[in-house]
């Protein structure tokens, strides 16, 4: 990859990976720390939220691997059709459509691009709950039968970035694997170290109760910042059959009230596997 900086700086601690897949660009926005390195929670300074993202693009000395073509009424056809492509006033881009590609693929990781979260710095066990489900893909013994479908959407009502980010991943595989994606994390990864490259950060995994969730077998938790108390990241994962639903959640601004960011998180999820329970 041949980096290429044009962007300037974060506050906060947060992360957004975002692949432009159809551009060749990966462009990433991270922050462990404010400019000068002032620690946030440190600072006798009012805390200050990010209000963009430092981007990164890397052209790719190769490009990606070409989307899969999925048959019509295929089942990967059906995974792909049933992402959301809009919530509230987040959209998917044209650049970024909403795809699938079974397991065995090497779009995975294309796919994964574009899914909210950072990778654990030594903790690889704790990936799942940090990037997202679609980064364990590679672990799970379901062949060709195993299939991800992502899609990322973003509201840029308020200019670029300006409101909630978005993705959502949607796996069907065998019910051990589901059970295995949906699972706690095991003790050694409540308290991770995540990092992207150039920064480092520290998070707490935090599980959540929903007021109303879509269906009997829904988890949902929430990485928050170390040593604050300001969730940074939204998860909530629902069953639906042989397929389990991933939304991850950014709510900006990030100085927004935990009770209204949850209440997002829980639109999103029910308005996802609604569309899965129509579609699937």
């Not at 200050?48 to 993202?53: G, I, R």
């Not at 990967?76 to 809009?86: E, I, P």
């Not at 795809?99 to 990778?119: H, N």
């Not at 479908?149 to 980010?165: E, H, Q, R, S």
Request: glycine share 8%; charged share 20%.
């Amino acid at each position: 990859m041949r980096p290429h900086k044009l962007a300037a700086p974060l506050r906060g601690w947060w992360c957004v990976r975002v692949a432009a897949i159809a551009l060749g660009l990966t462009v990433m926005g991270c922050g462990g720390e404010t400019p000068g390195g002032t620690h946030p929670a440190t600072s006798s300074a009012p805390r200050v939220w990010p209000s963009s993202l430092s981007l990164h693009p890397q052209i790719p000395e190769t490009p990606p691997p070409a989307s899969v073509t999925l048959p019509t009424g295929s089942r990967g056809d059906l995974v792909r059709r049933a992402l959301l492509r809009r919530f509230r006033d987040a959209k998917t881009m044209q650049q970024l459509p909403p795809e699938a590609a079974p397991f065995t693929s090497g779009r995975i990781a294309t796919i994964g691009e574009t899914q909210v979260g950072a990778p654990p710095v030594n903790q690889r066990e704790c990936r799942q709950w940090t990037q997202g489900i679609w980064s364990v893909t590679d672990s799970l013994h379901e062949g060709l039968d195993g299939i991800l479908g992502g899609a990322f959407l973003v509201d840029t009502t308020k200019g670029a970035f300006g409101g909630p980010i978005l993705s959502e991943a949607i796996v069907y595989a065998s019910d051990s694997t589901l059970r295995h994606l949906s699972a706690d994390p095991p003790a050694g990864c409540h308290t991770l170290r995540l990092g992207d490259g150039r920064t480092t950060w520290t998070a707490r995994y935090q599980r959540t109760a929903l007021s109303h969730p879509p269906s009997e077998q829904t988890v949902a938790y929430r990485l928050v910042d170390e040593p604050g108390s300001n969730p940074t990241t939204w998860v909530a994962l629902a069953r639906h059959g042989a397929y389990l639903i991933e939304v991850r959640l950014v709510v900006l601004p990030l100085s927004d009230d935990p009770a209204n960011q949850q209440v997002v998180l829980e639109d999103a999820i029910r308005q996802a596997h609604a569309l899965a329970v129509k579609t699937l």
